[in-house]
């Protein structure tokens, strides 16, 4: 599963002090998907990164 707004090496950098065991890319990336307008690229004419904004 990728991001298309923060990968992996933005993660890092954004959150480079944390508790590694369980704050994790992998937990983001769980997380947000349970929000799909997050996730979610609309073909049907919408703009998709204003409805993220």
Do not use: H
Request: proline share 6%; hydrophobic share 45%; net charge positive.
């Amino acid at each position: 599963m990728q991001n298309q707004f923060v990968d992996e090496a933005l993660w890092e950098f954004l959150f480079p002090i944390r508790n590694p065991a369980y704050y994790l890319y992998n937990r983001f990336l769980q997380a947000i998907a349970k929000f799909p307008i997050l996730c979610r690229t609309y073909t049907d004419g919408r703009d998709s990164l204003a409805i993220l904004r």
